[in-house]
């Protein structure tokens, strides 16, 4: 047996300790979007496959015989091109995807489909907006230059940010409860744009807007093909025949 494991997410992290723990022949692979990217206990690879066909050649070439996708669930290219790859090797393919969270009470969401969509919910008049979407979504929202902008990356940014008035938080998450509330009151911020990931990692913000009666401009997520799932670490090393190795 030998494991890709498309990474890139908490959970991928923990899967790739699992899996080295366990003594599991795998690779875990990289995007490469992030400058510095966390150590992983497992080989490692950086960057793209040039599409599913550039994937399929990948998977024949190293000898993978199976194939975890613990991208970002909104990273749909990627995982539509690990469902065709996997079809076209004859691979077995499983996502690790934690379930979406569910808007409960006290939760003020404004439920859209699309990062254009996202900007025009966001009200005419000057806001404090915290856009919790990552760099690579922000230009749309400079239809609204008025609101007062709170970004947190993982990297510096690279260049000048499209907003006249913005605060950029260079932070590796994951973030507690405590010092999501302690970030937003500092900053005074009254509307938070997100995407629906799902899981532990990202939800204290969602938590702390709920305490501070903020509303959330709520990406759903992208239709994705369908493919076997799993919600947790230790479904993933039962699917891979590591049954010993769940304490992840």
């Not at 400058?35 to 992983?40: L, T």
């Not at 759903?220 to 769940?246: D, I, K, N």
Request: aromatic residues 6%; contains cysteine; charged residues 20%.
């Amino acid at each position: 047996m030998r494991a890709l494991i498309l990474g890139g997410t908490s959970d991928a992290n923990l899967l790739a300790d699992a899996a080295a723990r366990a003594g599991l022949d795998a690779i875990y692979s990289y995007a490469g979007r992030t400058r510095a990217p966390i150590s992983q206990s497992l080989p490692s690879r950086v960057g793209g496959f040039g599409g599913a066909n550039g994937l399929a050649e990948y998977v024949r070439r190293e000898g993978i015989t199976h194939v975890v996708d613990a991208t970002h669930p909104f990273a749909a290219e990627i995982s539509s091109n690990a469902v065709a790859a996997c079809e076209a090797t004859g691979t077995p393919l499983i996502a690790l995807e934690r379930a979406p969270w569910a808007k409960a009470a006290g939760d003020n969401w404004i439920e859209v489909a699309d990062i254009t969509s996202a900007a025009a919910a966001l009200p005419e008049n000057r806001a404090r907006v915290f856009l919790a979407i990552g760099r690579r979504h922000i230009a749309a929202f400079s239809i609204k230059p008025q609101h007062t902008y709170t970004l947190r990356f993982v990297d510096p940014p690279d260049g000048p940010l499209p907003f006249p008035d913005v605060d950029v938080i260079v932070s590796r998450g994951p973030f507690n409860l405590a010092g999501e509330l302690e970030m937003m009151r500092a900053r005074g911020i009254e509307w938070i744009v997100a995407r629906n990931s799902g899981g532990t990692g990202a939800r204290a913000k969602i938590d702390a807007a709920r305490e501070l009666g903020l509303r959330i401009v709520m990406l759903t997520r992208p239709e994705l093909p369908e493919r076997p799932r799993a919600e947790s670490v230790a479904e993933v090393m039962q699917w891979l025949g590591h049954r010993a190795c769940l304490g992840a």
